[in-house]
């Protein structure tokens, strides 16, 4: 029906703001604020018990919010009138019955949204699924199951992606090609949304980044800028023979020296190319000169070190 | 018409619908060769001294209308539990395999989702009934055939043979809201047999007891217990004495089955799925 022609004001941002959930026990999402834009991959990180979960389960319209609001390029989920056709979710790997074939999910979410029964086939081909569509769900694999609900959410050719933790049970390959898929549909300017814990893929992975904690929100950024931000900078590391020699010229260029186990020096303060240019004025042999950036991972836990995980 | 056709799917697409199939034709099979005993005692037997307050009954149930009736919604008895499991299992099915939540990301609309499962869940309680209704009229003529009785297709009988439908269908909406009320599969469907078998033999009992003591008005009270509400709605003649009348039947089982439907769709609406 409104396949191809979307309002103007339906470009596919994501806007959660002043998001609160409050179960029996626990603030599960504490007054969340953020935004996801469209064209990008956007990582939402936190422990666990962070609260991704019920927040996407708020956006999704499956969990009523205690206060606040999320919509999805201005409308509340459940405004929506085709909804696959703009949202596509992956929420959890196990949402098929066990009995039923792949290829028959897919043709029951086709006839309640009414799409055209040949979509599901279409999206198997998509995630790779095709020789196991006659199969049932309960003899797939972790990885095929999770496939098998991307195909499901691919089924409206939506605007928007919002998975939570896709990278479960996949194996090397199969997270690069989910890496390569998610990239791609951003690049074509849909708007992605994804939770994870893998947070050395989220870094090959994400444009932007919004971290939580203890359901609320730590830092929401580029995934550089939020990087970039960090206490720690860059770090330097070098081997060399002369290890004194070259500890004591760096000293007296106001760095620090920090020495690990296999006699590496970690050099704060300075650059690469200051130690080099120090070395070569001393004289000093070096047998590896490298720049250690601070990885997602480093600045997750800086980041969220604290704010308790498990509530 | 999407989200009926969408629900139908499911249940064609698992081994769900079969399964209740197999169970039940033995039961049919069963309840058929009961029938045919009784019928034929009670139209060829030497029942011996009937007491007097009994007699009535007897004749009534004698009546070659009323044996018909019987004949024609043969089964019924199993057949109801067999539709109230499939409603109870349409519901449950979803929450056991958690795909409630992409059944709900589809359609947001939960009332939509939920009357379309009453819908699917009506229409194959009918299905059900259609087939056994087939089965029992071939059958029925020849039991019928067999003690000497011509067979006979009154206005009583297929009134008998429609409201057995009627049973059909509502069963299956009262199964759909049980599911509802308990979410939990195993739950759920533990939960309706002992209500359906235990709830009706345990409350014949305690109604034909207090009858006993306080008198026969308390006989209407059956009224109040689904299981005997149904098949007291499809007893072939109006007039078994001591019975409330066919129709409140009906409308009790109707009255039960809005609630639970409601009830059911209600609370759906406003519970939180994760
Ligand atoms: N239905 C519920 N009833 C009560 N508490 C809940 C419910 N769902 C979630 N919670 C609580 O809310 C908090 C946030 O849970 P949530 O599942 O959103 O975290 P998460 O960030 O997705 O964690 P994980 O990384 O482990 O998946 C947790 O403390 C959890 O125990
Ligand atoms: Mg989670």
Redesign the pocket.
């Known amino acids: 029906m409104s396949d191809g022609q979307r309002s103007p004001t339906d470009d596919g941002q994501i806007v959660v703001s002043g998001l609160t959930k409050q179960?029996?026990n626990?603030r599960?999402v504490d007054d969340l604020s953020f935004t996801v834009a469209p064209g990008r991959v956007t990582g939402f990180l936190?422990?666990?018990?962070?609260?991704?979960?019920?927040?996407l389960r708020m956006l999704l319209n499956l969990v009523t919010p205690t206060a606040g609001t999320a919509t999805i390029g201005g409308h509340r989920y459940a405004d929506l009138t085709d909804p696959l056709r703009h949202v596509g979710a992956v929420l959890e790997a196990s949402s098929a019955h066990k009995g039923r074939t792949g290829i028959n999910h897919l043709k029951v979410i086709c006839a309640a949204a009414g799409l055209p029964k040949e979509r599901a086939a279409e999206a198997l081909a998509l995630v790779g699924l095709t020789p196991a569509a006659k199969r049932k769900f309960k003899g797939y694999s972790l990885g095929m199951k999770q496939r098998l609900g991307i195909a499901a959410a691919m089924l409206g050719d939506p605007r928007v992606l919002i998975l939570d933790?896709p990278a479960n049970g996949l194996d090397p390959e199969g997270i690069r090609w989910m890496r390569g898929f998610l990239k791609n549909l951003a690049h074509e300017g849909r708007t992605v949304l994804v939770s994870s814990?893998l947070l050395s893929e989220m870094q090959l992975l994400a444009d932007d980044v919004v971290i939580i904690a203890g359901g609320k929100l730590i830092r929401q950024g580029p995934v550089q800028e939020v990087m970039g931000s960090m206490t720690k900078g860059a770090r330097v590391r070098v081997r060399t023979p002369q290890a004194d020699q070259l500890t004591a010229a760096l000293r007296g260029a106001s760095a620090t020296v920090d020495v690990d186990e296999q006699g590496t020096l970690l050099v704060d303060g300075v650059d690469a190319p200051a130690v080099g240019r120090a070395a070569l004025a001393a004289g000093v042999e070096l047998h590896e000169l490298s720049t250690e950036r601070p990885d997602l991972e480093g600045v997750f836990l800086e980041l969220t070190a604290g704010k308790a995980g498990?509530? | 018409m999407n989200l009926v056709r969408s629900e139908l799917l499911k249940i064609r697409s698992t081994s769900i619908w079969w399964i209740l199939a197999l169970i039940y034709l033995p039961l049919w099979g069963i309840t058929l060769f009961f029938n045919y005993i009784q019928s034929d005692a009670l139209v060829n037997g030497d029942l011996g001294e009937v007491p007097a307050d009994q007699a009535d009954t007897f004749d009534a149930l004698k009546d070659p209308d009323a044996l018909a009736a019987n004949l024609f919604t043969n089964g019924q008895f199993f057949g109801l539990m067999m539709v109230m499991l499939l409603g109870i299992i349409v519901v449950t099915s979803e929450f056991f395999h958690q795909t409630v939540t992409t059944t709900f990301l589809t359609v947001p609309h939960r009332s939509a989702v939920m009357l379309a499962k009453l819908v699917a869940a009506a229409g194959l309680g009918v299905v059900f009934w259609l087939v056994t209704t087939a089965a029992n009229l071939l059958s029925g003529a020849a039991v019928l055939g067999a003690i000497g009785v011509d067979a006979r297709y009154t206005g009583a009988v297929w009134e008998a043979v429609g409201l057995n439908g009627l049973a059909y269908l509502l069963w299956a909406i009262l199964g759909v809201g049980l599911g509802v009320l308990i979410r939990s599969q195993i739950g759920a469907t533990v939960t309706g047999i002992l209500l359906y078998l235990g709830g009706s033999i345990g409350a014949v009992i305690l109604i034909s007891t207090l009858a006993g003591r306080f008198g026969d008005w308390i006989n209407n009270l059956q009224l109040l217990v689904p299981s005997l509400a149904s098949s007291l709605m499809v007893s072939g003649t109006d007039d078994l004495p001591g019975n409330p009348p066919q129709w409140a039947g009906a409308a009790v089982l109707i009255g039960y089955a809005l609630v639970a439907g409601v009830v059911g769709t209600l609370l759906v609406r406003k519970r939180?799925i994760?």
């Open positions: 179960y029996r626990v599960a936190g422990p666990n018990g962070a609260g991704k979960t019920t927040t933790e814990h498990i509530r | 939180d994760s």
